[in-house]
């Protein structure tokens, strides 16, 4: 079964600067799909980022990018210019191409601060 | 836009008393999912729809759950003799078979307390 791991259960970063949260998975498939959530306090989660495991190009959304290693299974989300606004809970979550389990699986979050 | 949404937003009852909850996915999404998440964890797989059709169910999902989507439109999630160990967040998620990576879309959660 897959699983993923995120090894920092909270990180802070100072407002404007940047931030890397990591997020490991473990898994047998070769071809599969990466997200990165965010779940600001009290309010529904969303959509950060997301990559494909065949694509070696890293994926990027405006400031936020993300650092893949396909070998290590490893998947980083970089936070640049960080605003308060990003302060949330980041969920890595793990998706398999195939037909069946069209589940997500994910890790147990990393909650970010911002200080003004 | 109209996203996922859900109804009742919270919800407190006493253990033993059943509840149920209703998820209303982004109309064009033919597949509809059910997570459960406790305070400080990642949401946890409980179920999955397409369209009508439930696909896959987590061992999570013991048999006082039950979940329905009657015309593969909204869905509901019945807990029956509820127990505290049940209180937690209800998220429902919404997606497309083929599009964005199969990207789900979140609504905002039912949170069960059960006193």
């Known amino acids: 079964a897959q699983t993923v791991t995120q090894s920092q259960p909270e990180m802070s970063v100072q407002e404007a600067e940047t931030v890397t949260l990591s997020c490991t998975y473990d898994t047998s498939e070769s071809d599969y799909y990466l997200f990165w959530y965010k779940q600001p306090p009290s309010r529904q989660m969303i959509l950060v980022i997301r990559q494909e495991a065949y694509k070696q190009q890293n994926a990027t959304e405006n400031r936020f990018s993300v650092n893949f290693q396909k070998a290590a299974k490893s998947f980083s989300l970089k936070i640049s210019d960080s605003q308060l606004g990003d302060a949330a809970m980041y969920f890595c979550a793990y998706r398999t191409v195939d037909n069946y389990g069209q589940n997500f699986v994910f890790g147990p979050g990393t909650r970010l601060s911002v200080l003004p | 836009d109209t996203g996922v949404s859900q109804d009742p937003r919270h919800k407190i009852t006493k253990r033993g008393q059943n509840v149920t909850f209703r998820c209303d996915p982004i109309?064009?999404?033919?597949?509809l999912y059910w997570y459960r998440q406790t305070l400080g964890q990642g949401p946890e797989f409980l179920t999955y729809f397409q369209n009508e059709a439930q696909l896959e169910k987590s061992r999570l999902l013991s048999d006082r759950f039950s979940a329905e989507r009657p015309k593969g439109s909204f869905s509901t999630l019945e807990i029956q003799r509820t127990e505290q160990g049940d209180s937690a967040m209800y998220l429902c998620?919404?997606?497309?078979?083929?599009?964005?990576?199969?990207?789900?879309?979140f609504g905002p959660g039912t949170r069960l307390t059960v006193l």
């Open positions: 109309s064009e999404h033919n597949r």
């Open positions: 998620a919404s997606s497309l078979p083929r599009a964005s990576f199969g990207t789900q879309y």
